[in-house]
Structure formats: C-alpha cells, structure tokens
C-alpha cells in the first residue's frame, strides 16, 4: 500500500533524491538507514561493521547542484513547518530556535534550500570496498538489519544534499505572504545564526548557519540472498522519507542481546494456546453457573408455596 502524496516527503524525488524531514548535520555518504516495518533508524556508517581488504572510500569534492536552486519545498502547515525550522536553527546553533511569535500572522511557511551542494561516493567504489570484505560484528543490531528479515532492510547512503542556508517565508490566506521582523529575529535565535532579507522576495528571511545540513540522499539496499551479498536501488518516494533524532534507539532488551531468535511464529503459537485453555474455562464455568441456575420454573413456583404454608402455620 502506498503513502499518499505529501509534497514535504516528495518534493526532492523528480531529482533522484529522498527527503530528510528534518535537516540535520552527521547524515552523510556510507551511511546506513535501518528500516523496521514502519520504522527508520539511523544506525552509523557501514565502516564500523565491514572489514574489507580495501581502504574506507574517500568522499568526492562537493559539487554545487544548480537544478535545485530556487527549489522549494510547497506551503506547509505553520505548526509544521515552525517544527522543521526549529530543528535546523537547533542544528545551526541558535540561542532560541522558536520563532512563534515572529511568525503568528502566518498561517503556512515554504522553505529554500541556498547554495545546494552534493557530497558522495561513487556506487562503484563503494561495490568494490563491499565485495572485499563480509560483516565483521556479531552485534545484534546488525543481526536484526543485515540478516534478510522479511519488512526488514538496511539502506547505504552513496550521495546526500547539504545547505547551510534555509529561506523561509510565512503566508497568510490565499498565498498573501507575511512580513516579519528580521532584526527580532536576529535577537531572537542569537549570534550564530545569521538572519537576513532574502533577494527573491522582501518577505523572504534568509537563515544561515556555520555548520552545512543533510536534507537530501540518495541510497541503495543491501541483504544476504543464496548466501550472497546483493543490492537494489532504492527508488526515491515518500515511504523512504527519513527523519532522525538523537541517534539510535533501542532496538533490543538488554537482556537479549546473546542469543535472538528472529521470524519464530512459537511465541505467537503459545499466547493462542494459553487463549485457547482460558476461553475453555471461561466456557466449562458459564456452563457450571447455568446448571446451578436452571431450575425449572414449575418447581420455583412449588418450593415459594411451601414457604407460604410454613410462615402461615407459624402465625
């Protein structure tokens, strides 16, 4: 089933990119995306559990990409797209990445990416560093992402877009945009973030940081197939949309990082026979209360005349 079109997951995929949802810095080529059913992670770069006779590929020069200049995202949800800006102002370093207040007659905002550049490693290269090596790690989370699990699968970043300067610009009904006030804002978000009028637009504040963020990438998917290690492109869409946090999430207890069994259906075969015994009881105690009160009507009403004869005696 697909994902319905959302222009903030998509709004890079004409060009052969996926979406970072929220742009951040440490996304970056060799790196790798565990994707759990519905879930993505941010798992570290493929490195750290690859021992190949080859060295680590070096990244390529950045290369400005001019197709994407001009490039915006389409009008999102204010609250949304506050959220977004934050997160890069966060990134960037600003004092204070909340701009509620600077941006409360608005009701949606747009975003552009300034001075796009792209950063990767040619998929060749990166074949060549896999093909001399295998897994060097017994660590669980590999074991969970690398080992063929069906809704599971590892993804390498070969390419990703940076920007270190993000244009917003609020809008009211009917596309009506929104002038704020920069020199607020500047205060607001601090020294480390420059603020600033944008050229294509009056309206447009122009936010720049020191530090270049990841909002694009492109990736392939690799997993063991007829004991082979094999890839697959991975088309650009909204359901490869990622968005990380604070880094890796737990992916098992603690207490079971040893010996996983991955893909048994015998757990789920007990908790349907544990169900199964305790729907019998439920059955054989409904049945027990019926017995005890399915006296028969005429023998109810004989037993309340006796009892009737026996307080009239007793008057």
Known sequence: MGVCKDDRLTFLNQHGY???????????PLGVIGIDNKSKTWLGTIDKIWKS????????????????????????????????LANALSAFGATSPSLDTAYKNAKSVSFVFKDVESLGIDPF??????ASGDLASKNPVVKRFFSGQKHVEALIITEVLQAKSIGVVGKRDAGV?????????????????????GTSSQSEVVYEGQKLLTFGFKAFSIGMENGEWNIKGVEPDA????????????????DEL??????TAKPK??????????????SKESAHGRRNNSRKPGKVRADQLRQKRKRARAK
């Open 18 to 28: 996926n979406v970072v949802r929220l742009p951040r810095e440490g996304i970056v």
């Open 53 to 84: 006779s080859e060295a680590v590929p070096p990244l390529n020069e950045p290369n400005a990409v001019g197709n994407l200049k001009g490039q915006s995202t389409s009008d999102l949800k204010l609250s949304l797209g506050l959220e977004i």
């Open 125 to 130: 290269v990166i074949g060549n560093f896999l």
């Open 177 to 197: 945009e929104v002038n704020v006030d920069v020199p607020a804002i500047q205060q607001t978000v601090g020294a480390k973030v420059g603020v600033t009028v």
């Open 239 to 254: 359901e490869h949309a990622f968005a990380i946090g604070q880094g890796l999430t737990s992916v098992v207890n603690k």
């Open 258 to 263: 040893v010996d996983i069994d991955f893909g």
């Open 269 to 282: 075969a007990k908790v349907k026979a544990k169900a199964k015994a305790k729907s019998k009881s439920k």
